[in-house]
């Protein structure tokens, strides 16, 4: 298979010089845009017999001359004598111009990238000589490894003592062959990655914890070349973000702690590369053979070093996923690496993200060898599954041209459990995604996701769900990358239009922004995370469902407003698809929004998001609502489905407020109460994928036989009438009950469920 021939460029058929080799040839922005007449013109090639008596001219190219060819060079650095020809023709310059340039500015690179190197020789050769004159010291002051004081003489024998001498001799070699080796090989030697130090077999002190003294970690995580990072990394947690950082937790030698870090993701990244390979033996094929589940005996065999016993009441999810994205390799790990674009790439997904310290900026002004600790929260939208946080390592490597390596590891988890945080116990193993550019500017990625989490807290009715994968696995990460990518793409690709009555550009960049902060407040008022401060006031039961009411305050201009946020969700016995397609459709509104007042919604404008019907923003209004004293209220909606989920949200907005944005102006001041719905699959049936909508105007949608089930997520925002004393009564609840069950057992008759 094609696939099979691309992920070759990975794994165990990688060559091992092709990262040495391409240094020589990479590039990075400079000037380099002086030049000689004299060295790139005619009189070079005149011969040798013709006097050189004419003194040369310095010349400078043109600003405009500069750009172009230093954007001709980051495309291709060699230009053939046809390119030269054309780029000389276009520029006004001599072909000899355009070629003593290139070559001038491939110099100058040459010479950047060699001074670079000298440099980081020289940093590493003062390390080395910063870590001998520590083992000398400690040689020369030896400590009791029980109590930690002086070693007395003669408790330590001259065998043993020899043994210690040559251990700290062969860990320093040991440290320069793994330097060099990724620094000639770009990886570190494989059988590193498989080392694990049992120190409870020896009597030498190979592993190295906090204060480098020997410490086991509550999870029992054994790490590549003794990497023990002690209660800060698997115990009692830092509080972060606080005082103590990430390079603070483990030790007082920054360089030793740097080191450990390293280890962690070179270790971490071979496993990620190993579970990537296709038609691996790691992985078993299920049902129709769209599925694919962990093999864990032949996980077992390969001797990961992150797999340890479990902690009482977790469970393990993994998953992997292979698609195409409208995106670029090195856009996408330019995301990745973004904070802040991350999130935005992913805003169903992640609550809060944000960047604790950065390890390493890479090497040559590149993403290759990025290394940063991040924290991130992650959401299903459903009040029934707990927010999950992570504290973890992200590390990126470029292995080819047009590969990327990212790779994630947690190196904090725990502290999720404790003082009664709201948060989902979990640790992250070794999961990540293999970038390879493929032509015409896409890019195919294959994305691993490895967990273990707390079963315990997550609802009854989503166990099968989160059990599957879908609903935080390698599917969901995929299925949102393709449906943001093509909806990037789309507002993108937008041409202005002399049509009066369309929407600007500038107009749809504003509506969609608006209708993405609304849907971020609808889904912090589903899951309580620390991105937005609410208080649980309520939890009670709708049927078989719990419901969750929270509050937060809001100010309206001077005066002070309570929000009241409430949410449920349940089982539907009827497929994503005819849920979707219903909820979706204007004229059917009537049928289950008791805000509407009976009467049908009419599209006053579209904006698409998406090719897959559905994925768009809409701007509602009530057919008759000209001449009733409606016509300033409108519905602004947003709605997007993919095959791992669908969500409508809407929200009643002023018509003055809309007509600003719509003329592309500042949509920050708009005010906002959303409600909505999320749909997601039940974990029981793989007939829950939206392809694209069905509703052919009749009414039926969906199969009449299609028995699959989905689950219903239905939240609402209010002001709160009587916000001075901000207490929740036995009255508000009754109406917000009311109004959650009544517009659950609506879409049931709708839909013809008992």
């Known amino acids: 298979m094609e696939r099979n021939g691309q992920m070759g460029l990975i794994g165990e058929s990688f060559e091992a010089g092709l990262i040495g080799r391409m240094r020589e040839d990479e590039y990075e922005s400079r000037s380099g845009s002086d030049n000689f007449d004299g060295g790139s013109g005619d009189e070079l090639d005149a011969g040798d017999d013709q006097p050189r008596s004419k003194k040369k001219k310095y010349h400078r190219h043109s600003p405009q001359q500069i750009q172009e060819l230093e954007n001709f060079f980051k495309e291709c650095p060699h230009p053939d004598e046809k390119q030269r020809s054309d780029l000389s023709r276009k520029l006004g310059l001599e072909i000899k111009q355009v070629k003593f340039w290139f070559q001038n500015r491939r110099t100058q690179m040459k010479t950047q990238l060699e001074r670079h190197e000298n440099m980081l020789l020289r940093q590493e050769n003062e390390k080395l000589r910063a870590e001998n004159s520590l083992m000398k010291d400690a040689m020369a002051n030896p400590t009791c490894s029980n109590c930690g004081g002086p070693a007395i003489p003669g408790q330590i024998s001259m065998e043993e003592h020899q043994i210690r001498i040559e251990n700290a001799r062969l860990k320093e ?75 603070g937790m483990m030790g007082n030698d920054a360089h030793q702690e740097r080191s450990m870090l390293l280890e962690l993701a070179y270790a971490a990244m071979d496993e990620l590369i190993k579970m990537s390979q296709p038609d691996s033996s790691l992985w078993i094929k299920v049902s129709d053979g769209t599925k694919e589940v962990l093999n864990h005996e032949e996980y077992s065999r390969i001797g990961s070093p992150f797999n340890d016993p479990k902690p009482n009441g977790f469970v393990t999810e993994a998953s992997r996923e292979i698609g195409v994205l409208i995106i670029s390799s090195a856009d996408l790990v330019e995301t990745m690496l973004d904070v802040d674009r991350w999130s935005e790439m992913f805003p169903c997904m992640i609550a809060r993200a944000h960047t604790l310290e950065v390890i390493s900026n890479g090497t040559d002004g590149s993403r290759n060898g990025f290394m940063q600790v991040m924290q991130a929260e992650l959401q299903l939208p459903s009040p029934l599954v707990p927010v999950r946080q992570y504290t973890f390592l992200r590390y990126s490597k470029k292995h080819a041209e047009g590969v990327w390596v990212v790779v994630d590891v947690s190196i904090d988890i725990g502290r999720n459990a404790a003082n009664g945080s709201p948060f989902m116990s979990c640790r992250r193993l070794p999961s990540g995604c293999i970038l390879q550019d493929m032509p015409n500017g896409l890019c195919q990625i294959t994305l691993v996701d490895h967990s273990q989490y707390d079963e315990s807290v997550v609802h009854q009715n989503f166990r099968p769900l989160v059990n599957s994968g879908i609903a935080f696995g390698a599917h969901r990460w995929v299925a949102t990358l393709q449906r943001q990518c093509e909806s990037l793409a789309i507002v993108m690709s937008a041409a202005p239009t002399e049509d009066p009555t369309a929407v600007s550009p500038a107009g749809k960049k504003s509506m969609l922004k608006l209708a993405q902060r609304m849907s971020d407040y609808f889904l912090s008022g589903i899951c309580l995370s620390s991105a937005c401060n609410w208080d649980v006031l309520h939890i009670g039961n709708i049927g078989n469902s719990d419901m969750k009411i929270m509050s937060r305050k809001h ?59 559905g994925n768009s923003v809409s701007i509602l209004r009530a057919s008759n609502a000209v001449g009733n004293g409606n016509e300033d209220m409108l519905y602004l909606q947003d709605s997007w489905t993919d095959s791992s989920g669908s969500m409508i949200v809407y929200s009643p907005v002023s018509l003055q407020s809309l007509n600003v944005v719509m003329g592309g102006g500042d949509s920050s001041f708009v005010a906002l109460l959303p409600s909505g719905f999320s749909i997601l699959p039940d974990g029981h049936s793989n007939s829950n994928n939206i392809v694209g909508g069905s509703s052919d105007g009749s009414g039926n949608f969906g199969g009449e036989n299609d028995n699959s089930g989905c689950l219903l997520t239905v939240g609402l925002q209010m002001l709160l009438k009587n916000p001075q004393t901000g207490k929740m009564t036995k009255e508000t609840v009754d109406t917000v009950n009311s109004l959650i069950a009544g517009t659950i057992e609506k879409v049931k008759d709708a839909l013809g469920v008992a």
């Open 173 to 247: 070699e040991l440290g320069r062959v793994c330097t060099l080796s990724n620094k000639f090989l770009g990886r570190p030697l494989s059988a590193l990655a498989s080392m694990t130090m049992q120190t409870q077999n020896s009597g030498l002190e190979f592993g190295m914890g906090r204060n480098g003294i020997v410490g086991s970690s509550n999870f029992n995580m054994s790490l590549p070349m003794g990497f023990d990072m002690g209660d800060g990394v698997m115990g009692t947690p830092p509080p972060y973000p606080g005082s103590r950082t990430p390079m």
């Open 555 to 613: 100010m309206d201009g001077p005066v002070e407003c309570i929000v009241l946020s409430a949410s449920t969700s349940v089982w539907m016995p009827v497929s994503r698809q005819r849920v979707f397609d219903f909820l979706i459709e204007a004229r059917l509104r009537s049928e289950w929004d008791s805000l509407s007042n009976g009467e049908t919604m009419q599209e006053m404008v579209h904006i698409a998001k998406g090719q897959a019907l």
